[in-house]
């Protein structure tokens, strides 16, 4: 659960993923933005910030010794992004993720926060399996998910920041990812309420083909699961991910669209 103080959000995670690690995890994830209350409910215009940093999360994974995906507010030239890494046990930074689809509506207010990411789809390469990211409204474009199983991601980690009120929506298109991509889900959800927003908590942990194997409730909760990655070989190797994808007709019907901005 969020609170209002960034480095007692920062000290729970830490002691949250110590307790994890005590209990055989080698990966953990947090929530999106889980260090900091949910700033973009505001136009930047009218919102104090505190700017976020990366050797703080590098810390937390150097001295537990654990592969960890950490969301941050990333500041670059002059730019800003929602920022997702890929930590290793050493604290090194060994994949970074831009969030590429950005709502602004009440209480969303992304593209005044922070640009379109810039690099891709990306799924990296590690010694406990190839691991894709996308953040919260990506899977809401089943491409992000192809291109990431296309690529031959076996664990997609989808932090994220989504309403109680909202809970079946994302319980059904996490579970789609998952059934399209023969891959494991991993989806940290936030857990607070921030003036009328009520953040949902209900991390989920899914296994390929769309079985739920850990679901939180709505409390503070370390979600633990054991991932076979011959649950994924089968997986992709079965319908509906056998079936031959039409690249060549989604380049053709997407081309038409290059120049559209919503």
Same mark, same amino acid.
């Given at each position: 659960?969020?609170?209002?103080?960034?480095?007692? $959000?920062?000290?729970?995670?830490?002691?949250?993923?110590?307790?994890?690690?005590?209990?055989?995890?080698?990966?953990? %994830?947090?929530?999106?933005?889980?260090?900091?209350?949910?700033?973009?409910?505001?136009?930047?215009?009218?919102?104090?910030?505190?700017?976020?940093?990366?050797?703080?999360?590098?810390?937390?994974?150097?001295?537990?010794?654990?592969? %960890?995906?950490?969301?941050?507010?990333?500041?670059?030239?002059?730019?800003?992004?929602?920022?997702?890494?890929?930590?290793?046990?050493?604290?090194?930074?060994?994949?970074?993720?831009?969030?590429?689809?950005?709502?602004?509506? %009440?209480?969303?207010?992304?593209?005044?926060?922070?640009?379109?990411?810039?690099?891709?789809?990306?799924?990296?390469?590690?010694?406990?399996?190839?691991?894709?990211?996308?953040?919260?409204?990506?899977?809401?474009?089943?491409?992000?998910?192809?291109?990431?199983?296309?690529?031959? %991601?076996?664990?997609?980690?989808?932090?994220?920041?989504?309403?109680?009120?909202?809970?079946?929506?994302?319980?059904?298109?996490?579970?789609?990812?998952?059934?399209?991509?023969?891959?494991?889900?991993?989806?940290?959800?936030?857990?607070?309420?921030?003036?009328?927003?009520?953040?949902?908590?209900?991390?989920?942990?899914?296994?390929?083909?769309?079985?739920?194997?850990?679901?939180?409730?709505?409390?503070?909760?370390?979600?633990?699961?054991?991932?076979?990655? $011959?649950?994924?070989?089968?997986?992709?190797?079965?319908?509906?991910?056998?079936?031959?994808?039409?690249?060549?007709?989604?380049?053709?019907?997407?081309?038409?669209?290059?120049?559209?901005?919503?």
């Amino acid at each position: 659960k969020t609170s209002e103080d960034h480095d007692s $959000n920062l000290n729970k995670a830490y002691s949250m993923a110590k307790s994890a690690k005590k209990k055989g995890a080698s990966l953990v %994830a947090f929530p999106e933005f889980f260090s900091h209350n949910w700033f973009v409910n505001k136009p930047k215009r009218n919102t104090k910030f505190r700017d976020d940093t990366l050797e703080q999360r590098k810390e937390l994974t150097k001295s537990l010794g654990l592969f %960890a995906v950490i969301s941050y507010y990333e500041a670059t030239g002059g730019k800003t992004f929602n920022t997702t890494v890929l930590l290793n046990p050493k604290g090194d930074v060994i994949g970074k993720y831009r969030k590429n689809h950005l709502p602004n509506l %009440a209480g969303f207010y992304e593209r005044e926060w922070y640009k379109e990411g810039d690099l891709g789809l990306p799924v990296f390469q590690t010694d406990i399996g190839k691991i894709g990211i996308l953040v919260c409204s990506d899977v809401m474009f089943p491409a992000c998910a192809h291109i990431l199983f296309l690529k031959g %991601a076996e664990i997609i980690v989808i932090p994220r920041a989504t309403l109680k009120k909202a809970r079946n929506r994302w319980n059904r298109i996490l579970v789609a990812n998952s059934i399209i991509t023969g891959s494991y889900i991993l989806s940290p959800n936030r857990l607070d309420v921030y003036d009328d927003m009520e953040f949902d908590g209900h991390s989920m942990i899914i296994e390929p083909g769309g079985n739920v194997i850990n679901e939180a409730d709505d409390k503070d909760e370390i979600l633990l699961a054991e991932l076979d990655l $011959n649950k994924v070989k089968a997986a992709q190797s079965s319908y509906p991910c056998n079936i031959k994808s039409r690249i060549d007709l989604y380049y053709k019907e997407y081309s038409g669209f290059l120049d559209r901005r919503d």
